[in-house]
């Protein structure tokens, strides 16, 4: 694990520590220092903690004229026992949406588990994000992993993507796709 680093090629286009705005600006990183563990496993520094044991994440970039926002997630996401979805809710989102963002694209490739709690904070959040015209989807969550998620029926919130090669867009042209595909969906 230590070797899976956050989303790093449009590091020239937007870094969280240098956003004013962000829930992360100022934080510094080390390249050689791994400190923070999932499963006792070490995780590259690059990735962010905000309150969770087994859940980190990395604002990859942040749109203000358009209300958006990309976060890459690694680790175990437990609702079960961390509580994780009130963390990142009032820690991160809340202060994410108190300066605009109101369309979250959530990267969850490297959730290696999901464990389901109360359904609260993801109904406020889906209902705070769609008073506002936005949204939260979850990409390329692993199959495995979905299963709890769609079972607690979270997927009414948080709606489930896949754009395996996402990697490939900038992030405009990423917005654009997911922005689309869900109206889309909505006009059907």
Known sequence: MHTIEPFYNWRHIYTSEDDPRSPFYGRTYSEFE?????YNYYIHPQWDEFGSRTLYMKIIY???ELNF???ELIGE???AIENDIMTLKRDIIDEMM???I???ILIAENVLNFHSGDRDYYQEWYEQASEENGWVIMLNMPE??????KKKKLNYYIELMEIP???IYKPYHLFVKIDGELSKRLNV
């Open 102 to 104: 109101t369309k979250f």
């Open 144 to 149: 495995a992993t979905q299963h709890d998620f």
């Open 62 to 64: 942040a749109d203000y």
């Open 165 to 167: 090669e996402w990697r």
């Open 98 to 100: 108190a300066v605009g």
């Open 77 to 79: 996401w437990n609702d």
């Open 69 to 71: 926002a990309i976060i």
């Open 34 to 38: 791994f400190s923070q563990t999932v």
